[in-house]
């Protein structure tokens, strides 16, 4: 099962988004070889696995449904979110399907 997903931005950074916490994600550094958090303003993210998320040319980052399991239930996320230029600003934009 796919529990995070993975962004490669044109810097070498690694955007991972999924099972973590929900108002931050895990950032690495291919060049450094070092890990950050980064915490999100805004809505938060609700810890999700089998999302998928892609990287557009303005730079950010659009994450697409998934499934969350709160008290053993999975329930299916049918929402986008965009996270507005998340290296800059670090907000988060939901869109409800």
């Keep these: 099962m796919l529990i995070y997903a993975a962004v490669l ?7 991972y988004i999924g099972e973590c916490a929900a108002a931050g994600i895990w950032i690495f550094d291919t060049k ?3 890990w950050s958090t980064k915490t999100i303003g ?4 609700e810890p999700r696995n089998g999302h998928s998320a892609v990287l557009t040319k303005r ?3 659009i994450v697409y449904s ?3 399991n709160t008290n053993g239930t999975n329930t299916v996320q049918s929402d986008v979110l965009v996270l507005d230029q998340i290296l800059e600003s670090g907000l988060i934009q939901i869109f409800h399907l």
């Design 9 to 15: 931005l044109p810097d070498g950074v690694i955007v």
């Design 32 to 34: 450094s070889y070092t």
């Design 42 to 45: 805004g809505s938060s993210i």
């Design 59 to 61: 730079g950010d980052i």
């Design 66 to 68: 998934g499934e969350t």
